[in-house]
């Protein structure tokens, strides 16, 4: 049994404002279209409570048959600035690591400046920090791709 802590910080700008990229994490139908379940898995489940004490969750099996779960609870939200959340990741129902996160969304000229951190446990060598953190810059440019298509400026 082992445990490693990891921390990393990401940050990317866009050109939308503040409010319209917070409101990519808070509307469900738009943080689903970004960050819901891969396309091509089954047994997918996504669902988004979207305020203190809220949770979200993301279960679906890859092609492979590797169920993937991703269970958070939103700790502290600030509208347009600020959000605070501990997700659990999962693996075929193992435990493979829990997260604190913050994402802060800050005014960057006449764009937005996002800021994302987090804090990772990571157990028993199930998962590499360095592709965590890898993964998570993937999904935040694919944010930034949805932004860019998705929400006018």
């Given amino acids: 049994m082992s445990i490693r802590q990891h ?17 990519a994490f808070a509307d469900p139908e738009l943080k689903q279209r970004w960050f819901g379940v891969p396309e091509g898995w089954t ?34 939200i600030v509208d347009g600035e600020r959000i605070v959340f501990a997700y659990d990741l999962l693996l075929d129902g193992r435990l493979i690591s829990v997260s604190l996160t913050t994402v802060e969304v800050r005014p960057d000229g006449d ?9 990772g ?25 949805f932004l860019g298509d998705q929400v006018a400026a």
């Fill in 121 to 145: 446990a990571f157990f028993d060598d199930l998962e590499d920090p360095a592709e965590r953190e890898h993964g998570t810059g993937l999904l935040l440019d694919g944010l930034a791709a």
């Fill in 7 to 23: 921390d990393f910080t990401i940050e990317r700008r866009f050109r939308q404002t503040p409010a319209q990229a917070f409101r």
């Fill in 43 to 76: 047994d997918a489940n996504w669902e988004l409570d979207f305020r203190v004490g809220g949770s979200e969750v993301s279960v679906g099996r890859d092609p492979r048959g590797v169920l993937h779960e991703f269970r958070s609870r939103y700790h502290d």
């Fill in 111 to 119: 764009g937005t400046r996002l800021v994302f951190t987090e804090h």
